[in-house]
């Protein structure tokens, strides 16, 4: 067997409507980190896709008038564009339909039912159809679902149950003994209290729901969607046969689905016995205009729109540069506007197209062939450091210490004045530009993960010495 890949998943998605901004956040951030892991030589395997049963689907499918298996098919290319258009270099993409990965959800199921985990019973409760969960009274709004703002229904079914309560303390000390690390800390102790105030059994069947997995044994309830996609990050072994991804090492996905991936899923793994994720981490929500953006309420961003005004480069930074990972924070298309010029064209775009175009019209001599930095440069942001900040999932803080970097190198160039030195002080001259060029190149190889397509245009400009605006300006 060769050596351990490192694994990166986000959820999969539903595939009741197109892809939306909060989606692409998620998938981003997982692309930036992969290809950071593959710069330090890892070999990764990143993971993304949708989910494509449950109610939800099933609802928006009939209502486009076509079967759920069909409608799906009619948006999968829309997630592979989208990803597509903004960058995204994953593995594999992920289909709940796969008919591989339908059969290991069977069998799970069976092996659990075998191992005593599973027990059928009576329940009535509120249920959720856009959040394809059982609500509880205290979760409501209003008579409302949080998330949603729509009322959920009174739903009594007889299910299965898998026995989520006897994990309790299984769960307490995998998270204690940090086997199992759920980030951010505060999510971690939002976790450990909600295990820790009582885990109640959880329904893992739907006896309306027909757009489903049929269940093992009982052919009149379908497997819990939920149930389902989790397993999809397990069946991908075998579905795009690869044999040295487990487990995995970092799953992303933001809060709104923690409880699932931060109790469900490693009570699910424990009972059968299969090694716990490394590494979960529930970023924050984007909300637009202040509220939650959401298909079910319909204010959502498109992300192939934005790419379109502003290419995917300025896209994926404006998202991981607007606020902490981790935390919540408002976006719109002023916001990422903001960024494009005043970050992004009039800081770096600008240092390097003045430096270059200074460099030529002096004609001084840059030595290109430095491989290693300068003290004075690389302690701006020595790679160890830069290192700590993308593992511990601080996108903002980087971007905006690449930011100051580009900021102090044009400070460079204004204190120094090398049109002046270019009358009296070629020495000098010579030695600020290197300088600043230094900067430049430190600039590229830091922004690589996050701007893939602009980190290549710069290094070509770098070597070509042929300057060209990286950030044009954007037709309003
Ligand atoms: O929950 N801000 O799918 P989903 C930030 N199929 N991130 C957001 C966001 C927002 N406003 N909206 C969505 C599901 N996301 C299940 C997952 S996994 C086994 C099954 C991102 O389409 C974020 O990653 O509702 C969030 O967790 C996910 O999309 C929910 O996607």
Not at 44 to 58: M, Q, R
Not at 196 to 216: H, M, N, T, Y
Request: some cysteine; charged content about 30%; overall charge negative.
């Amino acid at each position: 067997m060769s050596q351990k890949k490192l694994y990166i998943t986000t959820p999969i998605y539903y595939i009741n409507d197109v892809p939306h901004i909060g989606h692409a956040y998620t998938t981003v951030a997982a692309d930036v980190l992969s290809r950071y892991y593959k710069s330090q030589g890892e070999d990764v395997f990143f993971l993304t896709g949708v989910d494509e049963h449950g109610s939800k689907i099933a609802e928006a499918a009939k209502k486009a008038g076509k079967k759920p298996k069909e409608f799906a098919d009619s948006l999968v290319p829309r997630f592979q564009q989208a990803w597509k258009n903004l960058n995204i270099d994953y593995s594999e993409f992920f289909r709940t339909t796969n008919p591989e990965h339908e059969k290991i959800v069977k069998d799970t199921i069976s092996k659990l039912k075998d191992l005593g985990f599973i027990e059928k019973r009576k329940y009535t409760g509120l249920y959720c159809i856009a959040c394809e969960k059982f609500l509880l009274p205290d979760e409501l709004v209003d008579g409302c679902c949080p998330d949603h703002g729509t009322k959920p229904t009174e739903h009594s079914e007889e299910n299965y149950f898998f026995l989520l309560s006897k994990f309790s303390d299984k769960l307490l000390s995998a998270i204690e003994a940090g086997n199992y690390q759920i980030l951010p800390e505060s999510r971690k102790n939002e976790v450990v209290g909600k295990i820790k105030a009582g885990l109640d059994d959880v329904s893992i069947s739907r006896q309306k729901v027909e757009w489903g997995i049929p269940f093992p044994g009982d052919e009149t309830q379908t497997i819990y969607v939920w149930i389902d996609a989790l397993i999809n990050y397990w069946s991908a072994q075998e579905v795009f046969n690869q044999d040295n991804i487990w487990p995995p090492d970092i799953q992303l996905m933001a809060k709104d689905i923690l409880w699932f991936h931060a109790i469900i899923w490693p009570a699910l793994l424990m009972a059968l016995s299969l090694p716990l994720p490394k590494k979960i981490f529930a970023h924050g929500f984007f909300t637009f205009g202040g509220q939650k953006m959401s298909k079910t309420r319909g204010n959502v961003l498109d992300p192939n729109v934005l790419v379109e005004k502003f290419g995917a480069d300025a896209v994926r930074y404006s998202l991981l540069r607007e606020f902490p990972f981790g935390e919540d924070g408002d976006i719109s298309e002023e916001k990422i506007a903001g960024r494009y010029q005043n970050e992004l064209a009039n800081n770096i775009g600008n240092l390097l197209n003045r430096t270059i175009s200074m460099i030529n019209k002096y004609q001084v001599k840059i030595d290109q062939s430095r491989k290693e930095y300068s003290d004075e440069t690389i302690s701006r942001y020595p790679i160890a450091e830069f290192s700590k900040d993308i593992e511990n999932f601080q996108f903002d803080k980087i971007l905006q210490k690449i930011l100051f970097i580009a900021e102090f190198a044009n400070r460079i160039i204004e204190e120094n004045k090398p049109w002046e030195l270019a009358k009296n002080n070629k020495e000098k001259l010579e030695e600020v530009l290197q300088s600043v060029y230094e900067f430049l190149k430190l600039i590229n190889e830091r922004i690589s993960p996050f701007m893939p397509v602009t980190a290549k245009k710069m290094k070509k400009q770098l070597e070509t010495l042929e300057p060209e605006p990286l950030f044009p300006r954007i037709e309003k």
